[in-house]
């Protein structure tokens, strides 16, 4: 029960519990908003944190991507935490970047804190891709057929007599918000006024990421 299944302008993703999106008629796979060295970027505020944050994201992307074997890979934007962040890639997190690419195709998207990706971590930068009637891109317009991150949407339900608060998808059929995929990556709820101007009259779906699957609750029952 690792996915559920969510169309968006006609075309059928897996919802992975991880927060990624799989699309197996192109084995395409899609994650949004890695934040890697979120940890190191705080350091260097004096806000100290465990400096794990980028193995456990890689981590959990290397898990997906075994599940699911995809040809190409499409990191939708925000990748890395700030302009200088894959300077503090370890050698071993840069290896493992490398051993992710190997054998397929890999999109690394433009975001906003991460402008100017580089050009040495393989793969190809592009600021939006275009696949059949999906636009990948970072930051959603609400035109039909977009997949974006930035908002990190998060939702909070009452189940069972206690409230609970997951990552999610936010999707209404046409377009979809997908959640951060990195482990420091916060959340923005879905009832901000960012998401209603994406999703007109909150008519959207919140397809939470829960213990063990991927709930769909409509964003009218969330608070």
């Given at each position: 029960?690792?996915?559920?299944?969510?169309?968006?302008?006609?075309?059928?993703?897996?919802?992975?519990?991880?927060?990624?999106?799989?699309?197996?008629e192109r084995r395409l796979l899609?994650?949004?908003?890695?934040?890697?060295?979120?940890?190191?970027?705080?350091?260097?505020?004096?806000?100290?944190?465990?400096?794990?944050?980028?193995?456990?994201?890689?981590?959990?992307?290397?898990?997906?991507?075994?599940?699911?074997?995809?040809?190409?890979?499409?990191?939708?934007?925000?990748?890395?935490?700030?302009?200088?962040?894959?300077?503090?890639?370890?050698?071993?997190?840069?290896?493992?970047?490398?051993?992710?690419?190997?054998?397929?195709?890999?999109?690394?998207?433009?975001?906003?804190?991460?402008?100017?990706?580089?050009?040495?971590?393989?793969?190809?930068?592009?600021?939006?891709?275009?696949?059949?009637?999906?636009?990948?891109?970072?930051?959603?317009?609400?035109?039909?057929?977009?997949?974006?991150?930035?908002?990190?949407?998060?939702?909070?339900?009452?189940?069972?007599?206690?409230?609970?608060?997951?990552?999610?998808?936010?999707?209404?059929?046409?377009?979809?918000?997908?959640?951060?995929?990195?482990?420091?990556?916060?959340?923005?709820?879905?009832?901000?006024?960012?998401?209603?101007?994406?999703?007109?009259?909150?008519?959207?779906?919140?397809?939470?990421?829960?213990?063990?699957?991927?709930?769909?609750?409509?964003?009218?029952?969330?608070?």
């Amino acid at each position: 029960m690792r996915v559920s299944r969510v169309s968006i302008s006609d075309v059928t993703f897996a919802a992975d519990l991880s927060g990624a999106l799989y699309w197996d008629e192109r084995r395409l796979l899609v994650v949004s908003d890695l934040h890697l060295e979120k940890g190191s970027s705080f350091a260097t505020r004096g806000v100290l944190l465990p400096p794990y944050d980028t193995l456990a994201t890689l981590s959990r992307l290397a898990a997906v991507i075994s599940r699911h074997n995809p040809k190409t890979v499409i990191a939708l934007g925000d990748s890395f935490h700030d302009r200088s962040a894959h300077e503090r890639l370890s050698a071993d997190d840069r290896a493992a970047v490398a051993a992710l690419q190997t054998g397929r195709d890999w999109i690394w998207i433009s975001g906003n804190h991460d402008p100017m990706l580089p050009r040495d971590l393989g793969g190809t930068v592009a600021d939006e891709v275009v696949v059949g009637p999906i636009t990948f891109r970072h930051e959603p317009s609400g035109a039909p057929g977009e997949i974006a991150g930035h908002l990190h949407p998060k939702a909070r339900i009452s189940t069972r007599g206690r409230s609970m608060e997951r990552r999610c998808f936010a999707s209404d059929g046409m377009r979809a918000v997908m959640p951060a995929f990195g482990a420091y990556a916060g959340g923005l709820s879905i009832r901000d006024v960012a998401f209603a101007k994406i999703f007109p009259k909150n008519g959207f779906i919140a397809h939470l990421l829960g213990d063990r699957r991927v709930h769909a609750i409509a964003a009218s029952r969330c608070y």
